[in-house]
């Protein structure tokens, strides 16, 4: 999609989201604005089928603007030099050098980021956590994806594979994660967690279940976390209920998380974050009951991400700038 009237602006940078289903590109600015946006469905799990579609991307929304750089966001391992990418779970991407191979199809500087680092840059930058030295941001989505701004640089860790804090371990043996252990954050705080619990009231035919049922036809199987969501915005007290379990988990983990970190904010992004205070209230409460040093120290803030689905390009068009210029 062009703008309507095209003009050449000054540090423009494509930020491009790659995810299991679609990619998408933006046209961002240097303040952080989508000037135009275009999508393509994600052509299976071929590299250069991929690399085909990003630049069948790039080349729209760069033909009428000077571009000056190229952020590629998605889920998985970067290097730290934000050139290969180590592994995709969405792609057949192992150790793959996706920088070098776009540089040379596009003629323009690319950069590689993870699809959280992405949001949480941009978070920092231009959303809810402006101004603030020392940001946490959670994903909140089919698992639980982090990231961390700590005094205006993106904390990776030694490898660039720091931020998966879906996979703290709150209940020793409990649900099976993916990633092969037990109890992982994300088996109770996600949206697949949610969905989880639903179905699972509603598998029982619970009385209190019945609204979720009429929602979805009778299909236990298409309670999903957003149906949920939908519900409780709309007022059902089962999904109302149903988040404010997620809430409190959330809590937990982010307790746990600033014992480590101790940051001045957390920022919670991703489709659950759409629940809002239904579910960040709870989070709140039970962040400040499991805060070790309550009442003692100072606490970070939880606020709602300000950016909506659009941070991850916005975040890895604005890294993309950086790096170009260094």
């Not at 860790?157 to 994660?177: D, K, L, N, S, T």
């Not at 803030?301 to 210029?325: E, N, T």
């Amino acid at each position: 999609m062009r703008l309507a009237n095209p003009m050449r602006r000054r540090g423009l940078a494509i930020g491009i989201d790659i995810g299991g289903t679609k990619v998408a590109a933006g046209l961002i600015d240097a303040s952080g604005r989508v000037l135009a946006e275009a999508r393509r469905s994600t052509p299976g799990h071929d590299p250069r089928e991929v690399e085909a579609v990003i630049v069948e991307l790039v080349r729209e929304l760069s033909a009428e603007h000077h571009v000056w750089s190229v952020g590629i966001g998605a889920a998985g391992w970067m290097d730290l030099a934000g050139s290969t990418v180590l592994f995709s779970p969405h792609l057949a991407w192992r150790n793959e050098p996706l920088r070098e191979n776009l540089e040379r199809l596009l003629r323009r500087r690319v950069f590689l980021v993870n699809d959280a680092d992405g949001a949480a840059w941009a978070e920092w930058r231009y959303g809810a956590g402006a101004g603030e030295s020392r940001m946490v941001c959670i994903t909140l989505g089919t698992g639980i994806g982090g990231a961390m701004v700590m005094d205006g640089r993106l904390e990776r860790g030694r490898f660039g594979v720091a931020g998966e804090f879906g996979h703290q371990v709150i209940m020793p043996g409990g649900q099976r994660c993916e990633c092969g252990n037990r109890g992982c954050w994300e088996q109770y705080a996600s949206g697949n967690a949610l969905g989880r619990e639903a179905r699972e009231l509603a598998a029982a035919n619970s009385p209190v279940a019945q609204e979720l049922l009429r929602a979805v036809g009778g299909r236990i199987g298409d309670v999903t976390g957003a149906v949920v969501t939908r519900l409780a915005l709309e007022g059902d007290p089962a999904s109302v209920e149903l988040l404010e379990e997620a809430g409190e988990w959330l809590g937990l983990g982010l307790a746990n998380l600033a014992a480590a970190l101790d940051p001045g904010m957390f920022v919670i992004g991703g489709g659950l974050g759409a629940a809002g205070d239904l579910l960040l209230e709870p989070a709140r409460r039970s962040f400040a009951r499991n805060l070790t040093g309550r009442g003692f120290r100072p606490a970070a803030s939880i606020r709602p991400a300000a950016l909506g689905p659009a941070a991850g390009m916005i975040g890895a068009a604005d890294l993309s700038r950086i790096a170009a210029r260094r």
